[in-house]
C-alpha cells in the first residue's frame, strides 16, 4: 500500500450541523456509531456532511426514481430478489476489499483515493462491499439488489463527485440446477433494430479467463444470462429512445472472472454505465454458498440519471432548490427532460505551487471541496514544471467556480480563493508561487 499521509484531517473537520454525522478529535459519529479516529483518518468536513442525506430514499429525487425502476425491472424478471438499501457506509477494509479479493496493495487502497474512518474502517468505495455479508444471509433469495450512497476520492468536473450512488445486482443459481433455474427469468424481448456491439464473447483464455472451478458450459450460461438481463434493462429504461447504442467491452474486476463493461453513446462520446461478470468461486464458497454459481454488476445511478432525464452537471442531484426537485414530481405520468433554469458566469482562478513529495493531485480537489463546497464546478491540472536543478516540481490548476443558483461576484470569488491558497498550503505543506 502506498503511505501517503500528507495531512492529517482532525484539525481541519469541524463540528458539524447534521446530529447524525459529528467528528471530534478522537471519535467520529457516522449514522448513529461512533468510531475512533487515528492516523489514518482521512474524512472531509464536505463528505460527512452528505452521508446522511441518502438521495436513493428521497421521494421523487431523480436517483430514487432510477433505482425503482430496476427495481421493478428486475422483480418483473424473477420475484424473489430481496431488495438491500439502508446499510451504512462506514465498512471494514476486510469487506471492501479483503473479502473481494483485492491484492493487499492494489492501489485503490491508498489514502489518496478512500476515505479512511480510522485504519480498519473506510466509506465504502463501492457497493460490491456487502457482497459477503449479505450472501451468507441465509434467506432463500435467488439474489438482491443493493443501493447505497458510496465515496471516492476524486477529480472534479460535471460528471465526478466524491459522494455517488450505487446498485448492486446479484443473482445466484443452484450449480445442480443451473439450466432450470436460469430459464425460469422472464426477459422481455429486445426491439428490432437495438443497436448492441459485443466483440467480446462470453470469454477469452488471454484476456478474459474462465474460472478454474467452472465447467466453460456453466460460465457461459451464466454470462449470457447476465448480458441478457443488462441488455433488457437498458432497454426498459431507454427503450423509449430509437437512436440508443450500447457496446460491451472486456474488463477486470478482482471479485469476477471474467467480466465486462457495459458503455452508451452519450452527446457523442462512449460513457461507462457498470461493470459486472460471473462472481469469484472463493467469494460464493466463503459465505456459505458452495453450491452455487452466479452474476454480479454495479452500476452508477448517476450516470443514467444524466443520461435519462439530461441532467448536464453531477452537483445538481445535491441541490435543494425546488427548482430542481419539483421538476421530477410528476415522473410516473410524464416523461421528463430537465430543464437548466439559468446557467450563471464562470470565474476562474489559478493557483500554482512547488509540491512537497507524496503530493497528490486529489489532496488538491478535496481542499476545494472543503473550501468552495458546490461553487466549485470543475479543477483542471494546466501546467506542470519539473525545476531539472532542484528536482521541485511545480503545479499550476485552474478552478472555475461557478454558482447553480446565483451570479458569484469577483469578491466573493476572492475570498473563496484565499482560502483556497492558505489551506492549501497548511495541509499539504505545498510553498505557494505568485
Ligand atoms: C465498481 O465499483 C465495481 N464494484 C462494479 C462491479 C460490481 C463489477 C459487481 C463487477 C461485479 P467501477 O469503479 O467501474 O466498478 O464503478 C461502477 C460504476 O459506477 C461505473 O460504471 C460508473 O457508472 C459509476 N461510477 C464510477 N465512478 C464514478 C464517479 N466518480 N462518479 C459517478 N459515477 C461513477
Ligand atoms: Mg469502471
Redesign the pocket.
Not at 454480479?296 to 452508477?300: P, T
Given at each position: 500500500m502506498r503511505m501517503r499521509m500528507t495531512w492529517l484531517v482532525l484539525p481541519q473537520i469541524r463540528r458539524h450541523s447534521t446530529a447524525t454525522s459529528t467528528s471530534t478529535s478522537t471519535s467520529t459519529r457516522i449514522l448513529g456509531a461512533t468510531f475512533p479516529t487515528d492516523a489514518a483518518t482521512n474524512l472531509s468536513a464536505s463528505v460527512l456532511e452528505r452521508i446522511p442525506r441518502r438521495l436513493h430514499k428521497v421521494p421523487n429525487h431523480p436517483i430514487a426514481i432510477i433505482k425503482e425502476r430496476i427495481e421493478d425491472y428486475f422483480v418483473k424478471t424473477n420475484q424473489n430478489y430481496k431488495i438491500v438499501d439502508s446499510l451504512s457506509p462506514a465498512v471494514s477494509t476486510t469487506q471492501n476489499f479483503d473479502q473481494l479479493l483485492f491484492d493487499k496493495d492494489h492501489s485503490s487502497r491508498s489514502p489518496s483515493d478512500t476515505y479512511y474512518v480510522n485504519k480498519d474502517t473506510v466509506l465504502r468505495t463501492?457497493t460490491?462491499a456487502h457482497q459477503s455479508e449479505v450472501l451468507a444471509g441465509k434467506q432463500s433469495n435467488v439474489g438482491y439488489l443493493l443501493t447505497a450512497d458510496v465515496y471516492?476520492r476524486?477529480e472534479i468536473d460535471l460528471?465526478?463527485?466524491p459522494v455517488?450512488h450505487?446498485m448492486?445486482g446479484i443473482r445466484i443459481f443452484d450449480r445442480k440446477a443451473l439450466l432450470s433455474e436460469s430459464s425460469a427469468d422472464t426477459f422481455a424481448p429486445l426491439p428490432k433494430g437495438a443497436k448492441i456491439t459485443d466483440p467480446t464473447g462470453l470469454s477469452n483464455p488471454e484476456t478474459n479467463p474462465l474460472q478454474v472451478a467452472h465447467a466453460q458450459k456453466d460460465s457461459e450460461l451464466v454470462a449470457l444470462h447476465l448480458k441478457r438481463a443488462l441488455e433488457g434493462l437498458v432497454w426498459h429504461l431507454f427503450g423509449s429512445d430509437k437512436n440508443l447504442e450500447i457496446r460491451w467491452i472486456e474488463a477486470y474486476?478482482p471479485?469476477?472472472s471474467p467480466?465486462w463493461?457495459m458503455e452508451v453513446m452519450y452527446q457523442g462520446k462512449w460513457l461507462?454505465?457498470?461493470?459486472?461478470?460471473v462472481i469469484q468461486q472463493k467469494i460464493l464458497d466463503d459465505s456459505g454458498n458452495p453450491d452455487k454459481i452466479g452474476w454480479?454488476?454495479?452500476?452508477?445511478l448517476?450516470?443514467i440519471a444524466m443520461v435519462m432525464f439530461g441532467i448536464p452537471d453531477i452537483r445538481l442531484f445535491w441541490s435543494q432548490d425546488s427548482r430542481f426537485l419539483s421538476q421530477f414530481e410528476n415522473h410516473t405520468t410524464k416523461q421528463i427532460t430537465f430543464q437548466p433554469y439559468s446557467k450563471y458566469p464562470a470565474c476562474y482562478k489559478d493557483v500554482s505551487f512547488w509540491c512537497p513529495d507524496g503530493f497528490h493531485d486529489n489532496d488538491m480537489f478535496e481542499v476545494v471541496r472543503d473550501m468552495a463546497g458546490d461553487l466549485a464546478e470543475d479543477v483542471a491540472l494546466i501546467d506542470t514544471f519539473k525545476n531539472p536543478k532542484t528536482g521541485r516540481t511545480s503545479k499550476c490548476f485552474r478552478i472555475n467556480y461557478r454558482s447553480m443558483d446565483r451570479t458569484l461576484s469577483n469578491e466573493d470569488v476572492d475570498i473563496i480563493q484565499d482560502k483556497v491558497r492558505e489551506e492549501v498550503a497548511r495541509r499539504c505543506g505545498v510553498e505557494l508561487r505568485g
Open positions: 463501492h460490491s471516492r476524486d460528471s465526478h463527485y455517488f450505487q448492486e474486476f471479485f469476477t467480466s463493461e461507462e454505465l457498470l461493470g459486472c461478470g454480479a454488476f454495479g452500476l452508477g448517476e450516470r
